[in-house]
């Protein structure tokens, strides 16, 4: 677009005809140093087994036990990027944009009682040989059914919001649970859901418990497929968690749920009844169990079609 040799109009001149800022045709990018990567990979082996270090306590361990200098400032802004931060109680311990509203936590007295009762929406990362990426995934409370999930090795909000949309084209739940992330306070996502009037409920600080089913939903699918595993390529990456979520809805039995599977109890197929002092605050109506006919009838048929094509 730019001819820096013309031998008539100077680059001047072609970047105020074009529209283009000047400066940025000079501008060479830097070279991305693999040192990065490793900093950061050492930086998840220690924030792993000492969740509770702050970026000035894990640049003084690294330093002292692991041999890697590493500026606390560096250390802080990698933290940043993974979306990672220490555990420990205090004030302002996860900020937030405060242009950008937290909900209340709902579900404290409340159990799923049936499927599409409650959902949960988090994030997590993963390492691979060469840098990082981000699984978002949303499950279903009842079955503990994977009904939506992506990747990306960015944390654009629009990589959460497909995500929602997918999920939302299986089935609308009564109440949806997330931390209070920047993306799960956005206004583009809350709309997304209080438009179809979905309870919007988010874990309170430092409670982990609040988002239990989903998080040991991140402990099953590191612990039995990710962890045994090295990936060199997003692709590698993402045919793995393909397989492993299809065996964690369609195949892997669970004691929770008296050793059936997330799909068999999603679908209607069976039912679990939990026993709890605590009260459900709605019981599934009569369209709900019209919709659960359908959803079962049309999983079955995509479940004959899968078998089929394996088989072939």
Do not use: C
Not at 34 to 62: A, C, H, M, T, W
Not at 206 to 219: P, S, T
Not at 223 to 250: A, G, H, M
């Amino acid at each position: 677009m730019i001819e820096k040799d013309h031998p008539e109009i100077s680059i001047s001149t072609q970047s105020e005809l074009l529209g283009l800022n000047r400066t940025s045709l000079y501008y060479k990018p830097k070279a991305r140093n693999d040192s990065d990567n490793i900093d950061k990979q050492l930086i998840i082996e220690v924030f792993e087994k000492y969740p509770f270090f702050g970026y000035r306590k894990l640049s003084i361990f690294l330093r002292t036990q692991k041999g890697r200098v590493i500026n606390h400032k560096r250390v802080l802004k990698y933290m940043n990027e993974l979306g990672i931060h220490a555990i420990y109680p205090g004030p302002n311990m996860s900020k937030r944009n405060f242009m950008q509203a937290a909900k209340p936590y709902l579900l404290r007295n409340i159990n799923a009682e049936y499927p599409d009762h409650i959902w949960s929406i988090d994030i997590t990362y993963i390492k691979m040989q060469q840098g990082f990426m981000y699984l978002v995934a949303v499950i279903d409370w009842y079955s503990r059914y994977v009904v939506a999930w992506e990747l990306s090795n960015t944390l654009e909000i629009s990589f959460v919001l497909e995500v929602v949309k997918k999920a939302l084209k299986t089935g609308v739940p009564e109440y949806w649970n997330s931390d209070q992330g920047s993306h799960f306070t956005s206004s583009q996502y809350i709309n997304m859901l209080e438009e179809l009037k979905i309870n919007v409920s988010m874990d309170g600080k430092g409670r982990a418990l609040d988002n239990i089913f989903i998080e040991r939903f991140w402990r099953s699918v590191k612990y039995e497929e990710i962890y045994l595993k090295e990936y060199e390529t997003p692709r590698q990456l993402r045919q793995s968690i393909i397989k492993y979520i299809n065996f964690y809805n369609y195949e892997r039995p669970h004691q929770s749920l008296k050793y059936k599977t997330p799909n068999e109890i999603y679908t209607g197929k069976y039912i679990v009844k939990e026993h709890s002092n605590t009260k459900s605050r709605k019981s599934p109506s009569n369209s709900w169990m019209a919709t659960t006919a359908t959803r079962y009838a049309s999983r079955q048929l995509f479940e004959d079609q899968r078998h089929a094509t394996r088989e072939n």
